[in-house]
């Protein structure tokens, strides 16, 4: 998709807010797009609302529909819903939920844009969340749909020195037609003095052309014009400056001369072609006889009908009958069949007029090659017939010149015209373009038939040239292998690569001389000489790898800006590597003398690139190459061995070996770092913007093995490694790795599911020499498993969560195994302040009789009065046992007493056989109580009670109206005598003293 967007919202006026934040989401992430938002609201006033829509839908590159129960039920929306289906050109149709809606009319075979399972907020409109995710899927579709709907990488042209431009331009100048040659320089000057110069030099071509054309002047002197028209131009490109140049000359220069992309076709399409301009000579033989053993001469008659055809034929050409001139021509062919250069000379100028250069190439690139044998042939016998000067013409080697040149031009067009690119066109993009290399191998056979039968001219072969070598559409080659340190070319369906070209370049370097007395072919030689035809090629290619690489650069980066990924980055690199060794078998590896800067180019992309690494370090620190290059058959250690033993010099294995490491060692290193940084950064968000903890844990793995890896490379530049996985590993990084069972430290189970081991590599750890004891790690793990674990994890129950009781026993068992492998009091504070303070549940009780026993939701597994004694033989005076009856006690205390001012009214008239009832439990309760941690405190209810001052009748009354000492009646039922529980009570008063000191003494307190 280009960088002009035009999107179409269709939509019911009740979801315009829901279609406004959606487009504000869009805008931001189409930040470098021309975003151009139309709907129904943009119709004018007075115009047919049908017609309108339509037109405005046929030019949107994307419809979206805001799906709605209201959308259905208007008139304008279905017309546009109607419309974006059957638009001729065929816009992204993309229907969205914008409120819920149980069908889709019209709209079946399309799927909703999904919204993640998210709930729709109030109305049921999506919320802005929704909305956010809703433009991202939009956006990827858009960008995924189809080929006329993806974006086109924006990048700009690799630069090319002002020194390098001028020599290709003095070549393109020498080397094509001067139509051509001028109308590039048009498009390239911008300062007026120079585009002046230029316009002139166009008008005098033409002047020229015609006064040829009219016999008003010889072609002799037409072409000293034309060499006195280069020479100035080739004077105006030394004093150019890139000033004098319009902004894009880099980009129009480079498709130009490299047929990066299309190349516009000219105006005229046969440049250069020259009329007949010398007399009609008339031919005295013919080629065949009815009397194989006769005179082949011609009759008088004949020879006076040819002349008669050919000048109808002229006269035909020069008004433009190019059907009618051939025709005529083509009669003289098949009736007399002359000996005459002129007479086939006509015959191909006007075959060119009537199909034009670009329809014979196209054809012969189809594999039909009618029409460009007619010309071969007419070329061979204008050709023949001029070298034995059989009716020779003034125009004849000129003619052959310009049309192979238009022909050349031809052939560059249609090259230009193929969208394929060996570097972007892999992973999903290998399908983007149809494989062209037959319509390429046809186009080369079409240019050396060309510089065999008409001219040697290089224009084409050039480009072909460049293409064969890498630097074009295609990689002409399947792979390259090292056999006995020599690069090996495996070529693809035994098409030898390497030999097309050595062919190639004999042509362009040395061009054959066919005919000593054809001046055109001896100027242009000459003209050329100048140029190292060789050192020129290899500067293209190498400037073409260049530029590939910087485009695939570019095109990952867009891919990425739209989270995107159809390009096999690795497969497109390997092309590359592939594409730099073919450049260095081709120019450089005769001469090595100097390094090759084809083998750098590979160098770089091999080892000091890191961005797709073909080398790491396995679990053990050892150099190994990438997985991924397995799958590509591609090697790179041989590759790269080689590489450098023809870059660098003679060296051994092992010394290329440690050479690899090292490299491999710093890139692997900058890659660990730039990983763990992005987790440094995901990490540190709190809000929606955090990285998950799935994600942050797998990477923070994959650093722990790779800061593993670089220590076992080279332990000596290690220490700092070390140090971080064992901070990492002992908790003082993101996340603990490892927690007690409670018996033995075991991995965290969150690291068994990324399998990563983390008690075996921690042990493993121990093995080398660390600067910390191992009991100084096993404490800094404890130390951490307790704040960052235990605390949180029981600071985030909740109360009376009955659920949670069992994970909070395992956190009591964590802690005491942490315990023992740090004695620090401070991992058992928490425990005794939770079974003597109950923040969280209820964990001893206490019987009627005083005694403390498990409480009444404690799994059978677990004995809190067990371990409330192993804390008191751990430290006495921490967890003294008779400050732990005392809470105790005060907790079970204050739940009898909330009982009894909660369950009994304060008003007697109110309290009944129930309330009696559970005032008898408070009172056992509280005996209990009493006698587990005697406090005078505790009986003050029961004897407040028991008096008869409390909130219950416990005597009889006199005739309904008398209290007399008697138990109430319903006392009898509770099994209950007031007066024994009052004295009890206060028995159990006076002898508190007494009490305390046998507590004492159970307890161990009081000798």
């Known amino acids: 998709m280009s960088n002009s967007l035009r ?17 504000g989401h869009l805008n ?12 129904f609201n943009t119709v004018p006033e007075k115009v047919d609302t049908a017609e309108f829509i339509r ?13 709605s129960t209201d959308y259905f039920n208007l008139q304008e929306t279905l017309l546009e819903r109607d419309y974006a289906k059957r638009s001729p050109r065929k816009p992204l149709l993309l229907p969205l939920r914008c409120r819920a809606v149980p069908q889709t009319p019209g709209l079946e075979e399309y799927a909703l844009v999904p919204l993640d399972g998210l709930p729709l907020s109030n109305e049921g409109r999506i919320n802005d969340l929704q909305c956010a995710l809703a433009a991202r899927l939009i956006a990827q579709r858009m960008y995924a749909f189809e080929e006329t709907h993806r974006p086109v990488p924006v990048w700009q042209p690799e630069p090319l020195s002002w020194s390098a431009a001028l020599t290709r331009l003095q070549s393109w100048l ?8 001028l109308r590039l320089l048009h498009h390239l000057v911008k300062d007026p003095g120079f585009d002046k110069i230029i316009f002139e030099a166009r008008e005098q071509y033409e002047r020229l052309h015609r006064r040829t054309q009219r016999e008003q002047q010889s072609v002799p002197d037409f072409l000293e014009a034309i060499d006195a028209i280069r020479f100035d131009l080739s004077q105006l490109l030394l004093r150019l400056e890139p000033t004098h140049l319009r902004e894009n000359w880099q980009e129009v220069l480079q498709n130009s001369y490299f047929g990066f992309a299309a190349i516009e076709k000219p105006e005229t399409v046969q440049p250069g072609l020259a009329g007949l301009v010398d007399e009609i000579l008339l ?3 013919h080629n065949k006889t009815e009397d194989p053993d006769g005179d082949p001469v011609l009759s008088p008659a004949k020879q006076q009908e040819f002349k008669r055809l050919f000048i109808l034929a002229q006269d035909a050409q020069a008004i433009g009958q190019y059907s009618k001139a051939h025709d005529l021509a083509d009669q003289i062919r098949t009736n007399i069949d002359p000996e005459s250069a002129q007479l086939y000379e006509l015959l191909l100028v006007t075959l060119i007029q009537l199909e034009t250069p670009d329809r014979i190439i196209q054809e012969a690139l189809q594999g039909n090659n009618r029409l460009i044998d007619k010309v071969l042939r007419y070329a061979g016998r204008t050709r023949e017939f001029q070298a034995l000067g059989k009716c020779p013409s003034a125009t004849g080697f000129y003619n052959l010149s310009a049309m192979a040149g238009t022909l050349n031009n031809a052939l560059r067009r249609a090259y230009s015209a193929l969208p394929n690119d060996y570097i972007i066109d892999t992973g999903l993009n290998a399908a983007k373009h149809p494989d062209s290399r037959n319509a390429v191998l046809r186009s080369l056979r079409v240019a050396l038939d060309v510089y065999s039968f008409l001219h040697p001219t290089d224009g084409f072969l050039e480009l072909a040239f460049n293409e064969y070598t890498g630097g074009g559409k295609y990689l002409w080659v399947d792979k390259i292998l090292v056999q006995d340190d020599v690069f090996r070319v495996i070529n693809r369906n035994e098409f030898d690569v390497l030999s097309e070209i050595s062919n190639l370049e004999n042509f362009l370097i040395d061009p054959e001389l066919r005919n000593p007395d054809n001046t055109i072919e001896i100027r242009q030689r000459n003209q050329t000489r100048p140029f190292d035809s060789r050192i020129l090629l290899r500067n293209n290619l190498l400037y073409c790898l260049r530029r590939k690489r910087n485009g695939l650069i570019a095109a990952i980066r867009e ?12 497969s497109s690199l390997a092309r590359f590597v592939y594409a730099c060794i073919l450049g260095y078998l081709v120019f450089d590896q005769r001469d090595r003398s100097q390094k090759s800067d084809f083998l750098q180019l590979a160098l770089d992309e091999l080892l000091r690139k890191p961005e797709v690494p073909w080398f790491t370090l396995d679990g053990h620190g050892q150099l190994a190459v990438h ?26 294995q092992a010394e290329i070996e440690e050479l690899i490491r090292q490299t491999v060692y710093d890139q692997f290193a900058q890659e660990t770092n730039a990983l763990y940084k992005k987790l440094e950064l995901g990490l540190s968000w709190t809000d929606i913007r955090r990285m998950r903890d799935e994600e942050a844990r797998q990477g923070l793995v994959e650093c722990i093995r790779r800061w593993w890896a670089l220590y076992l490379a080279y332990p000596e530049k290690g220490e700092l490694l070390l140090k971080n996985i064992v901070s ?15 018996e033995r430290l075991v991995t965290h189970p969150d690291s068994i599911a990324l399998g990563f081991p983390a008690v075996e590599f921690f042990q493993k750890l121990e093995q080398y020499p660390l600067p910390w004891s191992k009991t100084h790690l096993e404490q800094r793990i404890v130390e951490k498993l307790y704040s960052r674990h235990i605390l949180p994890t029981y600071e985030a129950i909740a109360p009376r969560d009955q659920e949670r009781r069992t994970a909070l026993i395992q956190l009591f068992r964590q802690s005491l195994r942490g315990y023992k492998t740090d004695p620090q009091l401070v991992y058992l504070d928490w425990i005794y302040q939770e079974l003597t303070q109950e923040f969280k549940f209820r964990w001893v009780d206490i019987d009627d009789n005083g005694h403390w026993m498990r409480g009444p939701r404690v799994p059978s597994h677990f004995d809190p009065i067990q371990l409330l004694q192993e804390l008191s033989a751990i430290d006495p005076m921490r967890f003294n046992s008779l400050e732990t009856r005392r809470r105790i006690a005060e907790r079970r205390y204050l739940e009898q007493e909330g009982i009894y001012f909660r369950e009994i009214s304060e008003y007697r008239h109110e309290n009944r056989l129930p309330e009696r009832q559970i005032a008898v439990g408070v009172f056992n309760k509280i005996k209990g109580i009493f006698k587990f941690y005697p406090e005078r405190r505790y009986l003050e209810i029961p004897l407040h009670e028991l008096s008869g001052q409390g909130r219950i009748r416990w005597q009889a009354r006199l005739l309904g109206v008398f209290l007399v000492p008697e138990n109430h009646h319903e006392n009898a039922l509770l099994n209950f005598d007031y007066k024994y529980a009052r004295s009890e009570f206060m028995m159990l008063r006076d002898t508190t003293q007494q009490w305390m000191e046998q507590m004492l003494r159970d307890t161990g307190n009081l000798a």
């Open 627 to 652: 997985p991924d290059c397995k799958r590509l058959d591609f090697d790179p250690m041989a590759l790269t061995a080689t590489i450098i033993r023809h870059h660098v010099g003679p060296k051994t």
């Open 728 to 742: 990492e590993m002992t908790g003082d990084g993101y996340y603990l790795w490892m927690h007690f069972n409670p």
């Open 28 to 39: 931001l992430l189409l930040p470098e797009a021309t975003v151009q938002y139309e709907d």
């Open 55 to 67: 037109k405005m839908v046929d030019a949107a590159d994307v419809v979206l529909i805001f799906c």
């Open 559 to 570: 891919e990425q800006r739209f989270f995107r990924e159809f390009i096999d980055e690795r």
């Open 283 to 285: 031919p005295d033989t």
């Open 174 to 181: 020498l080397r094509n037609d001067l139509r051509i040659s």
């Open 7 to 23: 999107i179409y919202c269709s939509y019911h006026h009740k979801d315009a807010e829901v279609v406004a934040a959606l487009r």
